[in-house]
């Protein structure tokens, strides 16, 4: 019986040893930080434009056609995801936006995707700024 046990203890950690060596095998993941911003508005004192400030909103990964992840963005406009290395289209979709330009609080229409390459185990950086007259 006791050999049992030993030989029963000796597989379960040679499992469990191989649950823990499976993420190594799956595509390492990079990070993409970036900051959702405006730029521009109406006229402030002094007659100058505003200069680029964060503002709230999503913002969306894509992969070919398909959408792989939406991260909300808090009023500072800044953002830090994980995804698995590869080639992905990002845009960006604010309130504040809309508000400015229509009123109506919903929210604007996507941003022009821009390209971001993840690379596994860097740091991407990248400004999604949206250019208001």
Known sequence: M?????????????L?????????????????????????????PGGQQPGKRGVPGTVQFTAGRRRLLTVRVGSSGTFSVRLPAGNYAVCGRSPDLMEMRSGAGRQA????PQPVAVTARHTTRIAITFDVP
């Not at 823990?20 to 799956?26: D, E, S």
């Not at 229409?109 to 022009?112: A, G, L, V």
């Open 109 to 112: 229409p996507c941003s022009q």
């Open 2 to 14: 006791r050999a049992l046990r030993g030989i029963t203890g000796v597989a379960a950690a040679a």
């Open 16 to 44: 469990l040893s191989g649950c823990a060596a499976a993420p190594a095998l799956t595509s390492p993941a990079g990070t993409v930080t970036g900051r959702l911003q405006i730029e521009g508005g109406p006229i402030g």
